[in-house]
Every structure is written in C-alpha cells, then in structure tokens.
C-alpha cells in the first residue's frame, strides 16, 4: 500500500512539472516571430517592381534576423499580390492586418493602390510604409499612420523639369501620362512646374495605363514640336512610347520622366529606342562613388540575388531597416503608437538611398540624381547636386 501511494505522489509531482513546464514563458530567441507585411504587384505587368520590393524588405530582414532579430524575436515576412489593382490590394491589405495580425506593412507600389489600402490600416492604426508610391496626395491626406521612403512626384518633377530647363536649356516640353493616381499626379505638378517659370506645355497628352497604342496622342505631341517629351509613367508604357515616338519621327525629342522609368526591363522592352532617356532618381547602385551605408548594400544584394539592385530594391530596403529601428525604440511590447511615433521622429538616419529625414507629412525628403539609359542598356549618373 505504502509503495502504491509513493507512486501515485510521483505521477502527480509529474504532472504538476509538465504543466507547470507548459506555462512558462518560452526562453528569449524562441518567442513567437514578429510578422511584416508587404503587398505589391507580384504578378502582372509590374511584377517585377514588385519582385524588387521583395528583395529589398527580405535582405534587410534577414540581416536584422543574422544579428539576433528584435527584442530576441525572429522576423518573419508575408507578402500579398495586388496586382496593380485598388480592389484587390485593399483585400490583401484587409487579410494582412486582421487575420495574419502583421505589426507594420511596407507596400504597395501604384500610387492609387496606396491610396485605397492605406484607409484600412488608418483605421487599424497600423504603421505603413510605402517604399515605392509617388504621388503627392498620400501624405498630405492627414494619415498618420503612413509613411513614404519614395521621393513624392513634387521632388522628382521639379528635378527633372529643372534639369530641362536649367541644364539642358529647353523650352518646347511635352507631357504624356497614364491616367491614375501615379500619372496624373506627377501631371499635376510638370504643368503647375512649368507654368511657374513662364513656360506653357506643347501638348499635355493622357492615356489608358493599360494602352497598347500611343499613336493618336503621339500625334498630338508631334503637332506642338517639342524638343523634350516628359512622360509620367512606368517602364512598360514607357517602352511602348518611346518606341512608337522614334517611329513617328520623334528622333531629336529628348525623352524623359520620373522614377518609374527606372528598370532594366524598360531597354529589353524598347532597345535602342530608350538610349539617352534621362530620368529622377533617389539611387543609383555605384559601388565606387557609393557611400559606407549603400556600397555594404549593394554587395549584400548583389551576392544575395546574383544582381545589382535598382532603387525601389534600395527604398524598400531602407524602409525596413527604418521600422526595423523603430520596433527597437518601441520596446519589447511592439506597441503600435510607439512604433509610428519612432517612425515619425527618424532624423539622419543612415540608408542606402542616402541621409533620411521624415518630415511632418511623414515624407523622406532627400537629395535627387538625373540618371540616363546608356547604351548598352544601362544606366549612369547624368547630373547630381554638389
């Protein structure tokens, strides 16, 4: 009897060890990850904006991971496709924030995209950034759950239609956009720009962003003779323009436009025809003129991914790294206030795309390149500021 009953108090001591074993808290670096989303066009014609975007948040994810995460915690990060499309990148936004419960999103790339996403993680209060976004209007709506690491159409316009102006002498300047939120904002601000320095565009020229045809307003911008044709765009339709316009006869017309153009895909879609097309940029991967921060960048990427990275890669990368810091500044707890509030007060801070500030619009203002396609399809630095 007395043998049965130590044995009963040996199971129970037992049981009350297991369980008490399964109530502890599990040991630092074996929490459960800290999620991060990211939603952008994975698929489609802009996929491979997308794909860069990726890369980007994942090189400096896994470094944040190689030093020993945040708070001990292992980052993890969920991408969603939106294809470009408003609808479908709320959805994926929607699924992000309220059943994989992400900490912080960084995304999408369309301009209108952002605008539609960014209602739900407002209402959320999740902190968003987008690394990629232009236009103007996705800071100043009085969100303050969202950030932008892109330079807005207002920076990269002036850059462009100043060096036009100013460096290159021009005053006959065409302007041809797609029709969404991303063209017609940087639309917007050429003509308001152009205006300002007493200068009326030849032909101001709107079209389908899904267009596979530009002739008809091709045609219209030939009428006004241009010597410069700015297009607000990205690298598929821009492509298909400067195509058809050297075909046209638009041999001496000096093609240029924002960030957007900005792609290795824009020379293997429209060849020889984009050699000379000057554009904006935050970034341009020079190992040899790069800074510390950004050449340490481009060699992680390159041996990372077996390429150089172009600057959405960059911004995105600098993005992360920024709510990166800012997780750390918030605490072990992740408190979604103090996470945007870290955010919002990011002062020189180092990134590969240059010293960031965030300023009260919640916008990284920094200095912009004027790069140029070369010849054998790539790019170099035409003009940067002393």
Known sequence: MLKRSFALAVVLVMIVS?????????????????????????????????????????????????????????????????????????????????????IAVIGTVNSSATLANMEVTKEAEVPQITAISSNPKITLAGNPWIFRLQASDTHQCEAIV???????????????????????????????????????PVAVEAYDPNAKDMTAQLLKVKEGNPQALIMWTMYQQGALIARQARQMGLSDVVLMGGGGLTNAKLYELAGDAVVGLLNSQTFFPDKENASPVAKEFIEAYEEKFGMLPDSNAAMSYDSMLILGEAMKAAGPDLDNVAIRDAI??????????????????????????????????????VWQPE
């Open 162 to 200: 100043n060096y036009a102006l100013d460096e290159l002498g021009l005053e006959r300047i065409a302007i041809m956009y797609q029709s969404d939120d991303y063209g017609t904002g940087g639309k917007d601000v050429a003509v308001e720009l152009l205006q300002a320095r007493g200068i009326e």
């Open 18 to 102: 297991l369980f008490a074993g399964c109530s502890q808290k599990p040991a630092e670096g074996t929490a459960e990850p800290i999620k991060i989303g990211t939603v952008g066009p994975l698929s489609g014609g802009a996929a491979m904006v997308g794909d860069t975007q990726v890369k980007g948040i994942q090189l400096a994810i896994d470094q944040f991971n190689e030093a020993g995460g945040i708070h001990g915690r292992e980052l993890v990060l969920i991408q969603e496709d939106d294809e470009q499309n408003p609808a479908k990148s709320v959805s994926a936004m929607n699924k992000l924030v309220h059943n994989d419960n992400v």
């Open 344 to 381: 919002a007060a990011t002062t020189n801070f180092p990134g590969a795309t240059g010293v960031i500030n965030i300023d009260e619009n919640g916008d990284a203002n920094r200095d912009m390149l004027i790069i140029g396609v070369t010849g054998d399809g790539g790019y170099e630095v």
